[in-house]
């Protein structure tokens, strides 16, 4: 009754527990993302952002969506944490569409759900496994990112 009364239900307390590894990935700096006058560089930054939120508790984040898995208030709440970054990507792709002409307006929701799996917790933990941190992995994201947006680009 403790952490009812003191969260309100299991997705509140998620929610907060969420919030708090937020807090300790540093994704307040995430507005810093969006403030880059160049939509590749917001990329590139917003990817080494979330790595090192992924990285900054890597074992309870994947408990976490492991239980998401299994249990609907754990989906529920990992899906809108999911939701929210691609909302961000879906205003970066759409400058880069905008500065550049690509990726072309039809092309726009395939690049975010490209850019998405590549800034998901799943494709770091996979690339970082047990021995390797942001720094190792981030270039190798990007790089990725960097060749979707290219394999759109030219065709």
Do not use: C
């Not at 907060?16 to 590139?44: H, I, N, T, V």
């Not at 992924?54 to 984040?61: E, F, G, I, M, N």
């Amino acid at each position: 009754m403790t952490v009812y009364y003191q969260f309100g239900s299991k997705i509140g307390l998620l929610e907060a527990l969420s919030d708090d590894l937020a807090a300790r990935g540093e994704m307040e700096r995430l507005p810093e993302a969006f403030q880059q006058p160049d939509p590749l560089d917001a990329l590139m930054l917003l990817i080494a952002l979330f790595a090192r939120f992924w990285a900054s508790d890597q074992l309870v984040t994947r408990r976490l969506r492991g239980l998401a898995t299994v249990d609907p208030d754990f989906e529920h709440v990992i899906r809108g944490r999911d939701e929210r970054r691609r909302t961000g990507l879906l205003v970066i792709v759409g400058r880069l569409s905008e500065r550049h002409g690509a990726p072309a307006p039809e092309d726009v929701e395939r690049v975010v759900d490209i850019l998405h799996t590549l800034t998901s917790f799943e494709t770091f933990d996979t690339l970082a496994g047990a021995g390797r941190n942001p720094e190792d992995v981030v270039p190798q994201i990007q790089q990725l990112a960097r060749a979707a947006l290219e394999m759109e680009v030219g065709g």
